[in-house]
């Protein structure tokens, strides 16, 4: 049959397998989706009815056949990255050879690497010498080059981990279950912003030693999630709750003559049965929840890795003792985040070094690291390479007997000398202002964590000052985006924080101190951001004149809270009413049509000064009503508080209209009742005190949604232009600073110039009265320098002459001063005395200086008279006749 399907079975040195011209000749790019259907029905309908049946010899070859043909897809070739090569003369020669002492360590590691492999044939090799950038073998404990760069931000761990790990990508080993044969230096993991967890540890180790930290690089092995810097599964450090310090109760101590407390007559059976029932359902509770976490637990659990123990890795040990440190902690380069030193994280180690030494962890970690001891002192824990480093090393028992029964002679015995390490052949560690402000590679990094991301963004990268970006998810795939929280600096508005909160709809807005306004946060919702929505302001009261604290705002109601005011003011509630429509542009409308208010409502703190019967607790103007109603602070002795209730005249909104009063406007309810009633005058004057005070609580009102308008109206123009704030100092931001300091060198130079064209020519005024200036001869040079040293004597005895008339001027006027103060000096007054001693201090002071001029000048002129005399047999013009 033309369309049976054939096959020939390869021979034995065929390695291609043969498929009919039927099948080759239809792709699977031409085949339709109905195509692929009609086949799946055929095969449901040839299993259907092949099921339970026996295959004939025909069918069974034809199965056995078929059988031999076998398809292989070809597997896609991964390129591997290329090695990065450097340029040895790019390097100092440090890089690329090596000192005596550097020889003998290398032969000392050598040494100690062959006894380690010999003893511990099936342990991991150590990492002792790798090559550097040159490929020249270096130690790596030179490899570590304490450095402290001239930033604050990284004199302390956190801001040094938290800029290695921002600063720099992050390479993986390759293979993952073997050492690097390559270890850069922290100087070139700087300049190229990448390297492995080993030169990661390295550059951070170096910043916290000369930090004066007494921090290690630790190999060793680490989980997939640590050695991939897979946070995915780790809760974002933003959103990490703080642990709340419990503060202690302090006990009162009892006093001997206290008056003691009533008895409790409470049972103490059920307040028993009662902390039982409560135990219980806390129990409960804690059992569900712990349930619960065990099951999302085991859903969000990582696949099993089947290089589980046996990745490398890499990462900063920091020990007790220095900066204050209370307890040894790890360190993640990749995360720049601390471990306890039994995280679960980590899973053994197998060395630590810093600059000093080399140590070997000779404890069992088939646990883990939560039971190795870090006494790098411990001999019987820790291998050292180089004996007589500075950490105290245990005696043997033996010893410490023997040392007892030492002669003195053995005493005086010399020290054994210790090969000491040579210095880092490292170049020193430098950084400069615009990277460190950089921060992270081109400026920005994005980190992903569980159900959150987080953004990263060099200060001034961004227009609006953006820093970072947070977005916290609902589901593990972030598609479910639930809140955004965005943090920035610098902004001339002072805005440091945005957060979006995208199910509820809310804004809120924090604020730092010096803002217009002074708003410290701002909460509105986003789809109605006008004035007269629902909104909340938070101020800085203490910058605030009126001491405003918090604004509420709805569409129909307006509360301010107060704080440390002079008028006791603490509260304020506003109710309003819906406008009345009115015709006209949107804008005119609002202005002039505001909204009606219905009820204002004031409440006081306690004012000492006052009696609580007169001290007003509580006042509300009832604007439809036209009544005012009061309460008082209630006295110490009394429960209820007094009250009054004042009725508004029907002319009280008439400028200068006399007010009609009538006892029925008034009603009072006084809790003392042997206290004396408010006269009628007394009740009229309140009356006209409450309308003022009315009318400034509706002044108030109206002050603070102008307030409202013009925060808004600030909000928005200052979003549009997000101008940032550039510091004086920051010559290479600040634009103005910049072109005023370029203007300033210019005028500099100008002024330079300047002086250089119109220097003076000592010669000029004598050349312009010859003839011919040009042609001068031996006559009239020696004529010339006559002239002009005698017009140099002249001016210079004119000046003393100068000087001397102005003396004798001052002498003069003293003289005749002191006649005048002997003729009159009885009938003078003491501010006439006073005046004449003041002119006499003046007048001798001017006189003293006249003499230090006159003697100063005296001795100058014979040199000033010498050097022009120099200068003129100098002159190009003079000396040839000279």
């Known amino acids: 049959m033309e369309n049976e399907v054939q096959a020939e079975v390869p021979g034995e040195g065929e390695s291609n397998k043969t498929v009919p011209d039927v099948v080759s000749s239809s792709p699977i790019d031409g085949v339709k989706e109905d195509t692929f259907e009609k ?94 950038e040159c490929g020249i073998e270096k130690f790596v404990c030179t490899t570590i080059r304490p450095s402290q760069l001239p930033f604050k931000e990284l004199y302390n761990w956190e801001g040094a981990a938290e800029f290695v790990a921002d600063y720099l990508n992050f390479e993986t080993l390759e293979p993952a279950f073997e050492l690097p044969t390559r270890l850069l230096s922290p100087a070139t993991v700087l300049k190229r912003q990448k390297g492995n967890c080993f030169e990661f540890s390295t550059l951070l180790c170096s910043l916290l030693i000369g930090a004066g930290y007494d921090a290690y690089v630790v190999n060793g092995y680490a989980t997939r999630e640590t050695c991939l810097a897979d946070e995915s599964r780790e809760i974002c450090p933003l959103l990490r709750k703080k642990e709340e310090q419990k503060e202690e109760k302090k006990q009162k101590v009892t006093k001997k003559y206290t008056v003691k407390p009533p008895k409790d007559l409470k049972s103490k059976f059920e307040q028993k049965m009662d902390a039982r029932r409560l135990a219980e359902q806390k129990a409960e509770e804690d059992k569900r929840r712990a349930e619960e976490e065990q099951k999302l637990a085991e859903l969000e659990k990582p696949p099993p890795d089947p290089l589980h123990g046996l990745r490398i890795h890499a990462w900063v040990l920091v020990l007790s003792g220095k900066r204050e440190v209370p307890e040894s902690f790890f360190i993640e380069p990749f995360t720049g985040l601390s471990h306890s030193t039994g995280s679960e994280s980590y899973l053994g180690i197998e060395s630590v070094w810093n600059h000093n030494n080399y140590w070997v962890c000779m404890q069992d970690c088939s646990d883990g690291v939560a039971k190795l001891s870090y006494d790098l002192g411990d001999c019987t824990m820790w291998e050292f390479m180089f004996p007589g480093v500075d950490k105290n ?30 210095p880092s052949w490292v170049d020193p560690l430098k950084l400069s202002q615009k990277d460190f402000e950089m921060r992270c590679p081109q400026g920005k990094k994005t980190k992903l964590y569980k159900r959150a991301k987080l953004e990263k963004f060099a200060h001034y990268l961004l227009d609006d000052g953006l820093i970072s970006r947070l977005s916290v998810f609902d589901d593990q795939e972030l598609t479910d985006l639930q ?60 910058a605030r004149v009126d001491g405003l604290l918090k604004r509420i705002e709805t569409p129909l109601s307006m509360t301010e809270h107060y704080k440390n005011r002079d008028d006791f003011l603490f509260y304020k509630h506003v109710d309003f009413g819906k406008r009345t429509k009115k015709f006209g542009p949107q804008d005119e409308v609002v202005t002039s049509n505001p909204r009606p208010i219905v009820k204002m409502i004031q409440r006081f703190e306690r004012n000492p000064k006052k009696p609580a019967n007169a001290d007003i607790s509580e006042l509300i103007f009832l604007m439809n009503e036209d ?66 005070m009315e009318e400034s609580c509706r002044e ?47 005028q500099q130079m100008e002024e330079k110039m300047r002086k250089q064209e119109m220097e003076i020519d000592y ?6 009265q010859m003839e011919d200036p040009e042609k001068i001869g031996r006559a ?12 140099l004597k002249q001016r210079l005895i004119d000046k003393a ?14 003289q005749k001063k002191q006649a005048w103060y002997q003729q009159n000096q009885v009938s003078m007054s003491k501010d006439d005395e006073e005046e004449y001693l003041n002119y006499c201090s003046e007048a001798m002071f001017r006189i003293h200086i006249l003499e230090l001029r006159l003697n100063r000048h005296k001795e100058m002129a014979p040199h000033k008279y010498m050097a022009l005399e120099q200068k003129l047999r100098t002159d190009p013009r003079l000396a040839e006749y000279l």
Request: net charge negative; charged share 35%; aromatic share 8%.
């Open 39 to 132: 086949d799946d029905e055929d095969e449901n309908e040839v299993k259907s009815h092949g099921e339970g049946e026996d295959f004939t010899e025909d069918a069974e070859a034809l199965k056995q056949e078929l059988e031999t043909i076998v398809v292989v897809p070809p597997e896609p070739e991964v390129p591997k990255q290329p090695v990065e090569v450097f340029d040895p003369a790019e390097f100092p020669s440090s890089y690329k050879d090596n000192l005596p002492k550097e020889l003998m360590v290398l032969q000392y590691a050598d040494n100690f690497r062959r006894q380690y492999v010999h003893l511990y044939r099936d342990r991991k090799p150590l990492l002792l010498n790798p090559v550097n």
């Open 700 to 746: 108030g009102v109206r002050e603070s949604e102008e307030e409202v308008k013009e925060i808004i109206n600030d909000r928005q123009k200052e979003e549009q232009a997000s101008e940032l704030d550039i510091s004086v100092y920051d010559t290479e931001r600040n634009e103005k600073a910049k072109k005023h300091r370029r203007e300033l060198e210019r």
């Open 393 to 422: 090393q245990l005696l043997i028992p033996e010893a410490e007997d023997d040392l007892d029964n030492l002669d003195d002679d053995e005493d005086k015995e010399e020290e054994e000398v210790h090969l000491d390490l040579p």
């Open 763 to 768: 010669l000029a005024p004598f050349l312009a």
């Open 483 to 542: 809140v955004v929280k965005e943090y920035y600096e610098h902004r001339s508005d002072k805005l440091n924080m945005r957060v979006h909160n995208h199910r509820t709809g809310w804004i809120t807005e924090h604020f730092h101190p010096g803002r217009s306004k002074n708003v410290k946060e701002h909460c509105y919702r986003a789809s109605a951001p006008a004035p007269e929505n629902d909104r909340t302001m938070h101020f800085y009261d203490e």
């Open 627 to 692: 009544k005012i109603q009061l309460t008082y602070h209630t006295v110490n002795a009394h429960i209820a508080s007094s009250t009054r209730e004042f009725i508004k005249p029907q002319n009280w909104d008439e400028k200068g209209a006399m007010l009609a009063w009538s006892p029925d406007m008034h009603a009072t309810f006084q809790v003392d009742p042997n206290a004396d009633l408010s006269k009628q005058v007394e009740l009229y004057e309140n009356l006209l005190q409450l309308l003022k």
């Open 780 to 791: 009239d040079a020696c004529k010339l320098k006559e002239d002009c040293l005698a017009d």
């Open 801 to 814: 002459n100068l000087i001397q008339f102005r003396f004798e001027k001052e002498t003069q006027e003293l």
